[in-house]
């Protein structure tokens, strides 16, 4: 019996997702064929399922992706000695993401398959809910530190941050002149004022 590369499969499991991601950016995915993916990632159906046995296990693969991406990346952030310029840091991250015509075309398309299928939507939600967890956590620990007004609710604040992030990729869906890459004085100039002590 052959032995499976586990870095090999993983890296081909890898370049099937980044076919996935582009195909369904411009076509969405209902509108996406698996034979489309085989081509843009360059393999045959066969090779294609062997790795995925549908294209709904491609699109949980994403979701799921992303929700590790942004556990490290917070991992990171607490390890700063600002915790509100981490913070900062992350938002300017996500209007970098938003700038990105793929990665803003994804995620919306993620979050509308959300409302249409309960096993993603399940998923997307698990992942909000991580996300505003360590968003809390953020502000909770950079409030002991003096760097977030303690007078802010961790849970009330990550949820209304969370609400800004929700919402930036939404305007990008109704206001064609919205450029997420030229807000970021604008953005750091609204989380000072909501976030930081007063003086």
Same mark, same amino acid.
């Given at each position: 019996m052959r032995k499976v590369d586990?870095? +090999?499969?993983?890296? $081909? $499991?890898?370049?099937?997702? =980044?076919?996935?991601i582009a195909c369904f950016a411009r076509k969405g995915f209902h509108g996406t064929s698996t034979a489309e993916i085989c081509a843009e990632a360059g393999m045959s159906p066969g090779n294609l399922f062997h790795y995925f046995p549908t294209k709904h296990a491609i699109i949980t693969a994403i979701v799921e992706e992303e929700r590790q991406e942004t556990a490290e990346f917070f991992r990171e952030l607490h390890e700063s000695p600002d915790l509100f310029a981490a913070l900062l840091g992350f938002m300017d991250v996500v209007l970098g993401l938003a700038a =990105?015509?793929?990665y803003s075309s994804l995620a919306l398309e993620i979050a509308a398959e959300a409302m249409r299928d309960e096993h993603i939507g399940e998923l997307v939600a698990a992942n909000d809910a991580e996300l505003r967890a360590a968003l809390s956590a953020l502000i909770k620990a950079a409030s002991g530190r003096g760097q977030i007004d303690a007078a802010i609710d961790p849970e009330a604040g990550a949820r209304w941050i969370a609400a800004i992030i929700d919402g930036i990729f939404g305007r990008i869906a109704v206001d064609p002149g919205f450029k997420p890459d030229q807000e970021r004085p604008m953005m750091h /100039? /609204? /989380?000072? $004022?909501? /976030?930081?002590? +007063?003086?």
């Open positions: 586990p870095e +090999k499969h993983a890296a $081909r $499991r890898q370049v099937i997702v =980044d076919a996935a =990105d015509p793929v /100039l /609204l /989380l000072t $004022r909501f /976030l930081c002590p +007063k003086p």
